[in-house]
């Protein structure tokens, strides 16, 4: 169901510092910035109206994100931008408490100052938008433990293989039997990109250490999760590689999160980053246990720019063109895409080329910076350049026939946005005008045909 936004807004070009967008900004037609809802159900038949747009807050607060030397958004800026968002009819919020900036507490705090304001008609740009009048929130756990900047492997059970490894490269100490139960051990000489599992061992211990998270979270969100996401399937990690091993049964994870003290805490789960047939397997034996947890969205890597076999963060799991574009891809479970070009597009920079984006990516890199060890290696490849070619020429042409002025970042948007099981799609904008053009995307992808979509995929 699509709503009218009764107000000419901004739509800005493929640039956005500020003092470079005064004489490049174009007044659009009203139905350019037309918001969307996907209703969501869960097994008792409670449904609430999602935007499709949801407005990711993980580099909201970044300093150094846009360019080196930018200070972390002031808090009314911050306010100013997610107003916005609510404004335009996004009422979905993604976050976490591991997020920059204390991202997930500062959100808490603004829902709180904005649930009168969201009542009235005069707050949004059209009247029907956000029929719900309620503001909801995406928030995770599951997240493995960061032994490099932990500096210690916490209590309770561990898996064999990963301790091995750990022995083997002197890390763990040699005293410390590789058993699977033991009190929290202290390490030396831990390589950044080692993890151990939060989501391996007994229901019991998956259940204590996801309550932990998530008590802390509702804490921060106001006791009021909508949707809570384990951020990663069960897997240990060294140097940003998979120890391999067997993983906790589905099942198990499925009933640490229906114990009651976790359950009472969310309103529906949801998996971020977790394999197709993991995930088929959770619908599957939630339909044979109804006192199982119905999963809600998954949560995948899905981009024109795809990852190379090193993906951006370890345990990062992507879908694909294909699989996108097929009805019955891990039917069932509501699709929520995120990738680097949420709204704020990496290579969104002052003279936008592919050169530039890699050329910054690179100095990050050799920085040793730890986001970008990882993107630098998983988005730079010669078949994401060859795409990155093909969408600008693209765009230029869709552009001379609609006579449209659709940017780059808007038109990869529109990509991964038109694909047949996209229901929702992360985006990451952090300026107003940067998410007046994310929501612009919204109708360009009803304009894109399957031939189009295979066209910037592929080539063909």
Known sequence: ??????????????????????????????SDLDMEYVDVCNRQGDCKKFSRLIMGTDHLLQSDWTKNGQPAMPEEEFAKVLDEAVKLG??????????????????GKWLDTRKQEIQKDEFYYAKDLNPDRKLYTISKGGFPFDLYYSKKLPAGSHSRELKVKLHELGILNTNASPSLAEG???????????????????????????????????NQLNQDITIY?????????????????????VQDIM??????????????????????????ESLKLSKMHSDLTLPALNSSYFSLFEMSERTIHAGGVQVTHEEMNTPDFQKGIKQMSYSPLGGFSFFDKPEPRWE??????????????AYWQNVYNAIFTETNKTRYDRVVEFTEKFNKEHNSNYSIDQMVNAYALAHKRTDFLTVGPITVEQLRRTVGALKLSSMLSDDNLDYLYSGK
């Open 356 to 369: 530039n984006a890699k050329k910054d990516a690179k100095e990050k890199f050799d920085r040793g910076d």
């Open 255 to 280: 009933e640490a999160l229906s114990a009651p003290e976790i359950s009472s805490k969310y309103w529906m789960v949801g998996w971020s980053n977790w394999k197709t047939e993991r995930i088929n």
């Open 184 to 218: 929290e051990i202290e390490l030396h000489n831990i390589p950044p990109g080692t993890y151990a599992s939060r989501l391996f061992g007994t229901v019991d211990q998956i259940k204590g250490r996801v309550a932990e998270e998530i008590n802390h979270s509702s």
């Open 1 to 30: 169901m699509k709503f009218k936004i009764p107000l000419l807004l901004m739509s800005t070009l493929f640039i956005t510092n500020c003092s470079s967008v005064k004489n490049q900004t174009r007044k659009v037609s009203s």
């Open 90 to 107: 996004i009422n979905l919020f993604d976050t976490s408490p591991i997020y920059v900036g204390s991202v997930e507490n500062r959100l």
């Open 229 to 249: 996401l384990m951020h990663r399937d069960d897997g240990d990690y060294l140097k940003f590689e998979k120890v391999e091993r067997d993983q906790t049964p």
